[in-house]
């Protein structure tokens, strides 16, 4: 089984800032990754698939870049609806395996 | 617009069974695979397996393999997932998700508000 690990665990950011968040598979998974974030009481909601699309409705200022083992999350001007936990997602082999997240908090 | 609504909060004691269900609407219930997922505060987010409405196929995670059962009704668009022989680590949230496109693939567009499952004698 994949084994994803996500760095840093909490990222403080001032609001308009950026933030790069990383994940890494614990082996290729080419482009089959996922970024999700999720707010308290709320089911997780996708941003970006195949590495690097935004899903519908996803701001531009969220980014997604990497392929293989190594990936990285980009949000450009941190906005105050962005304070969240962000979850990496692989779907190249089964079963699909989720991240500890990375939670985004206000500096 | 596509809709997934979970049954209410439930305890159990350890030993005993949990039924969720997942009922869809704003699009055909048969067209695509529909997934269980859940979120606990220590093993964080796993996914549990997928049931193909059209059939009913299904597909278990190999860690609950021998305690998940994945059902569905067509006639009333709902999806049921049974977890038996309740341990306290199975304290979690159990999410439903699908992606509406044809096939299996675990990228989840849309989900259910989440079901809370306590296991506390």
């Known amino acids: 089984e994949i084994v994803m690990t996500q760095s840093p665990a909490t990222l403080s950011v001032s609001p308009g800032e950026r933030a790069t968040l990383s994940c890494r598979a614990s082996?290729?998974?080419?482009?089959?990754l996922a970024w999700y974030q999720q707010k308290p009481g709320q089911a997780p909601r996708l941003l970006i698939y195949?590495?690097?699309t935004r899903a519908t409705g996803i701001p531009a200022r969220f980014s997604g870049s990497g392929s293989g083992t190594e990936f990285t999350l980009t949000i450009s001007g941190l906005q105050s609806e962005d304070f969240a936990v962000y979850y990496c997602q692989q779907y190249n082999s089964w079963p699909p395996a989720f991240g500890q997240g990375t939670k985004v908090e206000i500096k | 617009q596509v809709q997934l609504v979970q049954s209410g909060p439930e305890v159990k004691e350890p030993g005993a069974s949990v039924k969720v269900s997942c009922k869809a609407s704003?699009?055909?219930?048969?067209?695509?695979?529909l997934h269980w997922v859940r979120q606990t505060p220590g093993q964080g987010i796993e996914w549990m397996g997928w049931?193909?409405?059209?059939?009913?196929?299904?597909n278990y995670a190999q860690k609950f393999q021998d305690r998940v059962t994945m059902t569905r009704d067509t006639s009333i668009s709902t999806a049921y997932m049974e977890l038996s022989r309740l341990k306290s680590d199975d304290t979690a949230v159990y999410f439903c998700a699908l992606r509406p496109v044809a096939g299996p693939k675990p990228i989840f567009d849309y989900w259910g508000q989440g079901t809370l499952v306590t296991v506390s004698s």
């Open positions: 704003g699009y055909t219930f048969t067209g695509y695979y």
């Open positions: 049931i193909n409405p059209n059939g009913g196929g299904t």
């Open positions: 195949g590495a690097s």
């Open positions: 082996q290729s998974v080419s482009s089959d």
